[in-house]
Structure formats: structure tokens, C-alpha cells
């Protein structure tokens, strides 16, 4: 039971992970665990504490809240910059594709020149030796 640890120290009531200490009050009793926070009329926020004594319910509500809004913010932050590289390498990639497709074009007509080329000369080399 809980209130045994009442006047004693905090680190003796908060031995039992099922106890509340109360420093305004001096007063263990069990935590409600059917709330999430203490109601007000048992502890105040800035005196109750669980678990370890060093940290208030008060404290630990605000160091929660600035930790998860830093999270959701650099989550945020994240999408926004995966979303903005996305669109900006797919501008990239469609500026790639025409430049791609004219370096294909351009190897396309060169190859064509060449085969022209070869095919004259080997007809040259057939007429020289009477093979046509």
C-alpha cells in the first residue's frame, strides 16, 4: 500500500511504480490509473511525481510537448524537401530524355553517314577489281 510512504521520502514511495508522490503534501498514494494526469484535487501538477522525483508532471508535459512538435515539424520538413527533390528531378529527368533522345538522333545520322561511306568505298573496291 502506498500510503505507508506517506512523510517519508520520495524515493522510497516511488520504489513502487504503482505510487504517486505528492511534495506539495508529503503524501504517497497510488497513481490513478484510470487518468491519464492526476486530477488537480488529489496533486498538483508541479508537485506530483511518478516514477522518478526529480521531474514534475508539469515539466514532463512541456518537455513531451516541445520534443513531439519538434518531431512533427522535422517530419514536416522531411516530406516537404523528399517532395520538392522529387519534382525537381523529374524536371531534370524530362530535360535528360530530349537531350538523350537528340544524342541518339545524332549517333543515329552519323552511323547512317558511315554505313553510306563503307558502301561507297566497297563498291569503289568492286569496280577497281571488276567485281561488279
Known amino acids: ?19 504517486l508522490w505528492c511534495a506539495s503534501s508529503r503524501r504517497c498514494m497510488e497513481y490513478p490509473v484510470r487518468r491519464i494526469l492526476p486530477p488537480a484535487d488529489l496533486c498538483e501538477l508541479r508537485s506530483a511525481r511518478w516514477g522518478v ?17 519538434t518531431l512533427l515539424i522535422m517530419l514536416g520538413v522531411c516530406c516537404c524537401c523528399c517532395c520538392c527533390k522529387k519534382k525537381s528531378k523529374k524536371q531534370v529527368l524530362g530535360g535528360d530524355d530530349e537531350r ?3 544524342e541518339r538522333e545524332k549517333r543515329r545520322v552519323r552511323q547512317e553517314e558511315r554505313r553510306a561511306e563503307m558502301k561507297s568505298r566497297h563498291d569503289e573496291i568492286r569496280r577497281k577489281y571488276g567485281t561488279v
Open 1 to 19: 500500500d502506498c500510503r505507508q510512504y506517506t512523510n517519508r521520502s520520495c524515493e522510497e514511495c516511488l520504489k513502487n511504480v504503482t505510487c
Open 100 to 102: 538523350a533522345a537528340r
Open 53 to 69: 522525483c526529480w521531474v514534475n508532471f508539469e515539466a514532463l508535459i512541456i518537455a513531451m510537448s516541445v520534443v513531439g512538435g
